[in-house]
């Protein structure tokens, strides 16, 4: 089953000051976001693989529209995450079936890497609700820089019978931070961690 996009809407933040300081590269991170029906909103269903197969798809597809509206590489991307809003004929199964099975998978290979786990997050709401997506450092989750998260929201969605689903990454980690933790530049990426 392909997925029944309604829309798909990106969202582009970038970062030039925090508390008065200049933050020089700014720091950039995207969202790239599918409205989608729900194919098995109003009733339960045991089977999920055609949700699963649709998570897939989305993973490439959004992944690739958040790098090309940050201007970069895939390989460039130092922070991902992902999130699902379930219209309220939906259940949170929904957005479980899309967001983890094989959405990985796709991200992974439009950015090249990925060792870490992808911070993820669902929930249930109406129109414009809003939706925060996790970030964590693609190689490695021990860099505290880039424990951070992105907001979003879509006036028209979820109707109650769709899913809002969306992919973030990011160019650089919070503005400023000081909070110590593993460095970018000390990144060995082979186990997720460290």
Do not use: C, W
């Amino acid at each position: 089953m392909s997925a029944n996009i309604r829309k798909i809407v990106t969202f582009v933040e970038e970062t030039h000051t925090e508390m008065g300081k200049p933050v020089s590269p700014a720091t950039r991170r995207a969202a790239a976001v599918a409205v989608i029906e729900n194919p098995f909103a109003g009733r339960y269903v045991e089977d999920l693989s055609d949700l699963i197969a649709i998570g897939e798809e989305l993973g490439g597809l959004l992944t690739e529209r958040a790098v090309a509206a940050l201007g970069i590489e895939g390989s460039a991307a130092q922070s991902y995450g992902k999130a699902a809003l379930v219209g309220e004929n939906g259940e949170l199964e929904h957005a479980a079936a899309l967001l983890h099975p094989k959405m990985g998978t796709p991200v992974r290979k439009v950015l090249g890497k990925g060792a870490a786990l992808i911070p993820s997050s669902k929930r249930r709401g109406g129109l414009g609700a809003e939706l925060d997506i996790p970030l964590g450092h693609k190689d490695a989750a021990f860099v505290r820089s880039h424990f951070d998260g992105m907001q979003v929201s879509i006036n028209d969605a979820p109707r109650a019978n769709e899913i809002v689903v969306a992919v973030a990454v990011t160019d650089s980690g919070r503005p400023l931070p000081r909070v110590g933790g593993l460095k970018v530049e000390e990144i060995k990426g082979e186990d997720g961690l460290r």
